[in-house]
Every structure is written in C-alpha cells, then in structure tokens.
C-alpha cells in the first residue's frame, strides 16, 4: 500500500475549500442567526420601559409605563428601587418638551 503524495495544487484546494467554510460559518453566525434567533424578538406586554438616564455605570434611572401608570425606578447594585409615582399629565408634557428640544437640536 503506497500512498500517492500530495501536491501543492491539492494543498491550495484544501486551504480554499476550508477558508470558504469558515467564511459561510462566519456569514451565518453574523447576519442570519440573529434574524431568527427567538433571543431578537420585544416582549410584548402592560410594561414599557418608556426612557432611560444612565447616572453611573451600573446606576440608572428609570421611567416605566405599568399598565395605565407611570412610575420612576432606580437601578443600583443593591437592586430596584421605587422613587416616585409619576401622572400621565406630567409625563406626556415632560416628553413633548424632550421631544421639542432634539428637533431643535437637529
């Protein structure tokens, strides 16, 4: 049993034939997987984080719509607080005024 050498040109198909493999996986892994992926798809539901304010690293402010009312949580190491209970009047006009100013802005 002797076996035939092989020869660069066979080499060359073989490092061609993996690195196009590796490309498909890359390909697959960075656009197709995300699509179909049940980790992508937005809960739906009666809670709606409606704005975010980062304070620190890993403190942030919260304004969450629960059902028909809005409240102001806070976020910290030790967990989530309840800060306020906000009405429906003062959030709608706290955000037409943000959404004014970035109009402005543009």
Avoid at 55 to 76: C, H, Q
Avoid at 80 to 95: G, K, M, P, R
Wanted: proline share 5%; hydrophobic share 50%.
């Amino acid at each position: 049993m002797t076996s035939a050498p092989i020869g660069w040109g066979d080499y060359a198909r073989l490092m061609l034939v993996l690195c196009g493999i590796l490309a498909l996986a890359v390909v697959a892994i960075r656009f197709w997987l995300p699509k179909i992926s049940m980790w992508n798809k937005s809960a739906t539901g009666p809670i709606e984080v409606c704005a975010r304010f980062p304070l620190e690293p890993r403190r942030t402010l919260y304004i969450v719509k629960a059902a028909n009312s809005y409240m102001l949580l806070a976020t910290s190491e030790a967990g989530v607080q309840h800060l306020a209970a906000l009405n429906a009047d003062e959030w709608s006009t706290w955000n037409q005024k943000s959404d004014t100013a970035q109009a402005a802005k543009l």
